[in-house]
């Protein structure tokens, strides 16, 4: 390694050199110098955890330090370090007194005693720590040459003093290719350089901020943070639909939504005023988390676990703090108690994990328009009727007069025969059938009634159901009822017979055949009747159609003859349902003892409207009563008929959306503090608040989840603009100027560029949050323009690049690596959104997926999509993007590590997609590369490359050439097989080419799809 | 499988570095690169950076330089195994005690199920006349040389948190993997193969890729999974009509032109990145060599019970896991997800036994015999136990955390030796009780490793496997 021995050596003779050593020993600086050694060395102990802290001393504030603890306030004497107690027991050799303890295995090098002694003689300055104090923009500082940027005086200003000088700027082509791939993470064509060439940099920047591609590059890093996937994860991994929020994402960005914006419709967009369906899909954020669906699961322990990872998720995307320490005890280095960590919590809590079907604009208008035409309606059949006001009350209050009371049943006990379900029973006595369900259940209550005379099966609306519900996944179908009594003293439950079964609606009857190997058994979808009538098979079925789907139904079923349910006996009622997909999500169950009762045809909505005071009826209410009555009246048939007309034509979405719904005030859940984070030990009750150490609520906000995420990217947070900043940067530089993107804390280091941070973060705030801004401000910087060659003294001193005296170089990202070979040979399929599409995934990784998967590899134009559309399958992470280091999504990643592996290698040369690409670039190479082999190389070189190739280069590769063409014309290779896969099967060739050449091209294009400077950005 | 380190693993010293830079920078003193350099030199670092598979000593002198995992997925039922209950049998179809279910939760059952005796009779064998089960003669065989842990526990009873908690230490997913910190803390010996190998039979797991992941350390400590059909690295075969001379010549060209630019660009990324490739080259000869089990005698084939050496299956894996290890591997990991028998207890006990007694103990015969037992730690287990009640009918159990049974041997580790015990049912620990977290602390210790001091730095948190937990069990060390 040539290279390598030119660096040792320079090092070498950098060592000779030496470097001077200071003289004078000026005060230490608190925040780079102390502060992390407090963090680090002390602050598990005498930190921010009460709880945890020894000897009632904390070091971590200065009124802290200076109070002391249990002995006395001489731990730290300002302007005394050697009669401190601090130094004392730093400086003590016996270990029984040293601090920090051996047995923590943090003990302190002589230099940090001698800065912490220093630094009480100075008089222990404190200084709160830099990142929750709001960034300044320090003035730019003065250079020589004098910078027009403001990124280069920053940059430039602290070369000096390392020993460094900027790098000349790259070659224009190379810096066109290296600005294509970051703005829109493809690669530029010969036009597209020849465009910059003519152009400029500064119109091509604007170029390709506008182009729909840019937004498909920069979802990709929210999309990390977001734990973005298209399937729920654990082991039933099934596929979600959630690509519509990936589409979100994507079209946000390219429309350039101001990034406090852009959080607080993720956070919070359902409940901004007339919040429209965009603002609802955005709030797919947070649903991003894991969804456990192992068969006997308890819900509400993995409700709590995507929880966690909300606000795991929030803290690394936006706040720039590692919130999950918290979730088990009070934080021991950044100033997040316990109690605020639930806080934060209390705020996600009140929520629906609510999923709806997501329209298409066109179908919106359409749907607005049934609804504009419903209303005329509505508004003809009120005009054609003036009486009609008084007539619908007083058909009101007969109604209410003619209804029964019901007793709702509590549930004792709650399961299914196959163990698979935990239904709950939540307020109202509502039963929720979620997670992972079986399609039966049975429910054990012990009314002690008397005389009771029916039983009362309400279908109800749940918001953790889709579309609101009743049915758990859509339109819902219900078996069969069965009851069962167990007397005192008894273990066997009596059957007792259900008769004479209504309901307030069910659909036409339809007779599907029976299952061929039972012809004879009834089959039979609508009719209440099959309810009772012991066939399983038989189903009662109420869908009211298109766009009246989901309201709540009820059936009402007799008992033979009353029954009488006194204390210590239990009735038990079973619901089969004739499968999965057909549950009722919520369901509640009644008794009555009055003589006789039926659901009476009217829709359960408007009974169950009836049933609340007038004055504090909803709209919805309201609309459902007049609806009920309408159906009542024969003269208004016909029009009642034009409006269900109407109802029929809502249109079939083409996709769904987890999304986030609030839970009316009557329902809001109370936040408890979890003991050690587990969730069946909770504490006291906790208010929603945020934390003590960082900015109040931004003044008016509402205290709920739109005030939280009005409160995370407030103009006052300290963090949210430098973290969204650091972000750009990193996608840019490889390196976020603060190096750990996701924790801005005590423990991570104070950034060297930190003023040059603080900058960009105001100018990023004092532009309207605008990202595109900012990318602008970053790549129109000289400091981006750089060269990315490093002289060997420049790496000496700085391998990893971290003072920015040279342009970025690196990989590139998975995403990157895979549209580059797709753009460069011409497969590629550019397309805005749409439905995530499955990559070729070799058999030997689809056979060991747990319960097995359903996959088929997209053909045609689809297998060449971008990679942002790839469908990623959480537990069967792409075998192609994981080797280029793709994060699966089952938790935030704010920073991808970069990898370099012999998989990686493999998958470059001979992953499917990958081949399919060098062998198009092998055809379009002879159709457009020139007329020789010679322009050919340079052309395609180029194209892979963003150069052209020198003359060692061209050379090397056209031996290869050569030698390749000779084996295939020696018999060694296959020209077809080479080219095509297929010993049968010609290549497309282009006028004038042989398959030889097709083939022999293959093998070159392999090659340079494989280039270190192909795979990089550079 | 070598390569530079990740930003990651400098950062570290490139905080201290920039801390020490700014020191001088703001004494007033005008320091030159050359001062970077020093310091980079005092802090162990040069400006080429160390491959982060490299070899590294561990915090002790260790006893076991290599791991066998046979992790038994989907949770194997103790007491048809390991930990006979003569109590249970006699109150078989009876319900428990009441005091036995205070504050109990079963993942399916109604915790008032009845008691279901164990399935198999039990037999002693050995010099320490070891109780196994019926189901298991060839682990009996190797009684002596095996230590039975009757006393495990668990935090998770559904299947993909519980394998996620036995492999990583959490329930949460994202953290790094038994291997990967093994791989972290102790390097890579293997020349031409991955540090850490996976290899699956039966159906794929619960817990998925993340079982064997490297989490938040970088993907490279991460497992790689050798495959039993198709290509046993995955890409590993050349595209259709290329041969092996076409894949030297393009790499011979890849390399060169990859030299040219390393010359003129000086990013060591690209040295590595030509280590990559040719060690990609390599592994295409020496996976498929690994995989070819027709070099091994016939005797060998049979003591393992492989039938066709061709066709995937557990025991074919423990042979695998055999050459792997003999190969310098570091962590070799087999799962068979198998074992979920909530019905059909017999049948499946059965089979699941067929497939794995023989094959599981020939492998630490195998590796005794060529010396390799001693500093090799072997694991067999799953990620819980089986309820003593019965599920649906008289055929089945449910998951059960607070008692189950694994075994370990080798490396340190006592032989011949059962540790801690459970009631009479088998639904809880009596005696000795061994946390997940202290069986990986104990791990971690035969390995040289101190589960206090093996830390990576994430989000300014210096993450364990074993999190705040975790003691090392010096009962089950010899």
């Known amino acids: 390694m040539h290279c390598i021995r030119v660096v040792a050596t320079s090092l070498v003779a950098f060592v000779l050199a030496g470097g001077a050593l200071p003289a004078a020993e000026p005060t230490p600086d608190f925040e780079r110098e102390i502060q992390p050694i407090l963090a680090e060395h002390c602050s598990a102990c005498h930190g921010v955890d009460g709880a945890s802290r020894q000897a009632g001393l904390r070091l971590d504030t200065r009124d802290g330090a200076l109070a002391g603890g249990d002995s006395g306030p001489t731990a730290i004497l300002p302007g005394k370090g050697a009669e401190s107690l601090v130094v004392n027991r730093i400086r003590s050799t016996d270990p029984t007194t040293v601090m920090p303890p051996p047995e923590t295995q943090k003990p302190l090098s002589d230099v940090q005693k001698a800065l912490l002694e220093r630094w009480i003689d100075a008089g222990a300055p404190y200084a709160p720590h830099w990142a929750f104090v709001s960034p300044k923009q320090a003035p730019v500082p003065e250079v020589s040459p004098p910078a027009a940027h403001p990124i280069d005086a920053f940059v430039r200003a602290k070369l000096p003093a390392v020993g460094l000088e900027p790098s000349p700027p790259a070659d224009p082509e190379i810096l066109c290719r290296r600005l294509w791939l970051d703005l829109v993470g493809l690669p530029p064509s010969a036009d597209d350089v020849a465009a910059y060439l003519r152009d400029g940099h500064d119109a091509t920047v604007d170029t390709l901020l506008a182009s729909d591609r840019y937004g498909e590059k920069w979802a990709r890093h929210w999309l990390d943070l977001a734990r973005y996937s298209d399937t729920n994860g654990y082991e039933k991994d099934s596929p979600r639909e959630q690509w519509a929020w990936r589409d979100w994402v994507i079209g946000a960005i390219n429309r350039d939504l101001p990034y406090d914006r852009f959080v607080i419709e993720q956070v919070a967009g359902d409940l901004l005023p007339n919040a429209t369906q965009d603002q609802i899909v955005a709030t797919g954020f947070l649903r991003n988390s894991m969804l456990n669906e192992e068969g006997a699961i308890i819900p509400e322990e993995f409700r709590m676990v995507e929880m966690f990872d909300r606000i795991d998720c929030l803290g690394k995307a936006v706040l720039g703090i590692s919130a999950q320490c918290a979730q088990c005890h009070t934080h021991k280095f950044d100033p997040l108690t316990h109690d605020e960590y639930y806080g934060l919590f209390a705020f996600l809590n009140n929520t629906h994990e609510a999923r709806s079907s ?93 005389g009771v005379t029916a039983l009362r099966l309400e279908a109800l609306l749940h918001g953790d159901l889709f579309q609101f519900g009743p049915g758990r996944h859509g339109p819902w179908a219900l078996g069969e009822v069965e009851a069962f009594v167990q007397r005192p003293g008894s273990e066997a439950w009596e059957k007792v017979t259900l008769v004479d079964p209504s309901a307030d609606f069910s659909e036409p009857e339809s007779a599907p055949p029976p299952p061929a190997d039972k012809p004879n058994e009834k089959r039979s979808i609508g009719p209440v009747a099959n309810l009772v009538d012991g066939n399983h098979g038989t189903w009662w079925k109420a869908d009211r159609g298109p766009g009246r789907r989901h309201q709540p139904s009820a059936a009402v079923l007799r008992f033979e003859k009353p029954l009488d349910l006194p204390a210590g006996t239990k009735l038990k009622i079973a619901l089969h349902w004739p499968g999965t997909p057909s549950l009722i999500g919520a369901t509640r169950l009644s008794l009555s003892t009055a003589p006789s009762p039926t659901a009476p045809p009217i829709d359960h909505a408007c009974i169950l409207a009836l049933a609340i005071p007038a004055e504090v009826r909803t709209d919805a209410d309201r609309a459902a009563i007049f609806e009920a009555w309408r159906k009542t ?120 560029q930190r003023d040059l941070l603080d900058w960009l973060a105001v100018s990023f705030q004092e532009r309207g949050w ?38 970025p170089r690196f990989r590139a990202d998975a995403e990157v690596v895979r549209d580059l070979a797709l753009a460069v040979s011409g497969l590629v399929t550019q397309r805005l959104g749409g439905p995530g599409v499955m990559a070729p995934v070799p058999q030997n990784v689809l056979d060991y997926n747990y319960g097995g998967v359903s996959w088929k590899a997209a053909e045609g134009p689809e297998r060449y999509r971008q990679s942002v559309y790839l469908h990623r399958k959480r537990s069967m992470p792409d075998p192609l993007l994981s080797a280029f280091d793709a994060p699966n999504g089952d938790i935030a990643c704010a920073r991808r590590l970069r990898s370099n592996t012999p998989l990686a290698a493999l998958a470059g040369l001979n992953e499917p997609v990958f081949v399919e690409a060098a062998r198009a670039l092998a055809l379009k190479t002879l159709r457009d590369g020139g007329v020789d082999d010679e322009t050919r190389i340079r052309h395609a070189f180029r194209a892979c490359t963003g150069r052209l190739p020198n003359g060692d280069e061209t050379a090397t590769l056209l031996a290869f050439l050569d030698t390749s063409r000779r084996r295939i014309g020696d018999g060694w290779l296959d020209a077809r097989e080479v080219a095509t896969g297929s010993l049968g099967t010609l290549p497309a060739l282009p006028p004038g080419a042989t398959p030889q050449d097709a083939a022999a091209w293959t093998l070159v294009a392999r090659v340079l799809l494989n280039l270190d400077e192909t795979v990089s950005k550079h | 499988m070598t390569a530079f380190p990740s930003p990651e693993l400098l950062r570290d010293a490139q905080a201290k570095l920039l801390r020490r830079r700014w020191f001088f920078r703001d004494c007033g003193v005008a320091i030159a ?117 009757r006393s495990m526990q668990t935090d998770a009873v559904n299947h993909a948190p519980a394998q996620i908690l036995m492999n990583t230490g959490s329930q949460q997913f994202g953290r790094p993997s038994f291997g990967a910190w093994t791989l972290y803390g102790l390097g890579s010996e293997a ?183 001693d500093d090799t730690l072997v694991t067999w287990g799953g990620e819980f136990g089986r309820t003593p009640m019965n599920q649906g009918g008289s055929d089945g159990r449910d998951h059960h955390n607070r008692a189950f049974s694994m075994w370990v041997a080798g490396g340190g580790f006592k032989a011949g030796h059962v540790h801690g015990a459970t009631d009479d049912f088998g639904f809880n620990c009596v005696a000795d009780p061994v946390h997940v977290h202290d069986l ?37 060390i010899a």
């Open chain 2, 33 to 149: 690169g050359m001062a970077a350099a020093t310091l980079l030199e005092k802090e162990g670092l040069t400006a080429s950076a160390p491959n982060p598979l490299a070899p590294r000593a561990p915090h002790y002198a260790p006893k076991a330089k290599r791991v066998i995992s046979m992790f038994q997925a989907g949770a194997p039922s103790h007491l048809e195994l390991f930990d006979f209950k003569p109590e249970l049998a006699k109150r078989s179809g009876s319900l428990p005690p009441a005091e036995l279910l205070a504050g109990y939760r079963a993942a399916f059952i109604n915790p008032k199920s009845t008691l279901l005796g164990p399935k198999f009779a039990f037999r002693k064998s050995g010099r320490s006349g070891l109780e196994t089960s019926e189901l298991l003669p060839h682990i009996g065989s190797i009684a002596d040389d095996i230590c039975v842990i």
């Open chain 1, 633 to 752: 009246v024969p003269e208004l048939k016909t029009a009642e008929d034009s409006i269900a007309a109407l109802y029929q034509q809502w249109p079939q979405a083409p996709t769904t959306i987890l999304h986030l719904a609030e839970r009316d005030q009557t329902h809001a859940r109370a936040t408890r503090r979890l003991d050690r984070g587990n969730w069946m030990q909770p504490l006291e009750t906790i208010p929603p608040h945020v934390p003590a150490a960082l900015h109040p609520l931004p003044a008016g906000a509402p205290a709920n989840r739109l005030g939280f995420a009005m409160w995370l990217v407030s103009p006052d947070s300290p963090l949210a603009a430098r973290v969204a900043v650091n972000r750009a940067w990193q996608a840019i530089f490889g390196q976020g100027l603060a190096e750990v993107p996701d924790d801005f804390g005590t423990r991570s280091p104070v950034p060297f």
């Open chain 2, 440 to 476: 990986n602390a104990t791990l971690l210790h035969l390995l040289g490793l101190d589960h206090l001091r093996l830390t990576a730095r994430h989000q300014g948190r210096d993450f364990r496997l074993t999190d705040v937990h975790g003691h090392v069990v010096q009962g089950l």
């Open chain 2, 191 to 373: 020349e031409n193969l991955p540090g850490y190998v996976v290899l699956t039979s039966a159906t794929g797991t619960s817990g998925g890729a993340s079982n064997y992941g490297a989490g938040f350390l970088p993907t490279l400590y991460g497992g790689i999974p050798l495959r039993g059909t198709g290509d046993p690295v995955l890409y590993l075969t050349n595209p259709k009509g290329i041969d092996r001379e076409a894949q030297r010549l393009s790499l011979d060209t890849l390399n060169r032109l990859n030299e040219l630019a390393l010359d003129a660009v000086g990013d060591p990324e690209i040295a590595s990145r030509i280590q990559s490739y040719e060690m990609s080259y390599r592994l295409q000869s020496s996976a498929p060599e690994l995989m070819n089990l027709s070099g091994e005698p016939k005797a060998v084939l049979d003591r393992y019970g492989i039938t066709d050496p061709a066709q995937p299956s557990y025991a074919r894996n423990c042979l695998l896991a055999r050459r792997l290890l003999e190969r310098g591997v570091r962590f070799v990991q087999l799962f068979h997800e198998a074992w979920d028998t909530h019905g059909d207890l017999v049948n499946r006990m059965r089979k699941n036994a067929a497939d794995t007694d023989q094959a599981s103990a020939a492998l630490v015969l195998d590796l005794k015999e060529r010396g390799l037992l």
């Open chain 1, 770 to 807: 605008s990202q595109k801004h900012l990318i602008r401000e970053i790549v129109t910087s000289d400091t981006y323009k750089q060269s990315s060659r490093a002289a060997p003294h420049t790496l000496a001193i700085d391998p990893t690049n971290r003072f920015l005296a040279r342009g």
């Open chain 1, 358 to 450: 997501v329209y298409t604009p066109a179908q919106l208008e359409q749907i607005g328009s049934i609804r504009a035409r419903v209303a005329e309606a509505e508004a003809a059949l009120k005009a054609s009727r003036p009486t009609w006001e008084a007539e619908m009350n007083a058909w009101a209050e007969g109604v209410k007069a003619g209804l029964v009371s019901w007793t709702a049943l509590e549930a004792i006990e709650l399961g299914s025969v196959g163990g698979l379900n935990h239904p709950t029973q939540e307020e109202e006595r509502v039963i929720l059938t979620l997670g992972m369900h079986g399609p039966e259940i049975f429910v054990v209550t012990e009314p002690k009634l008397t």
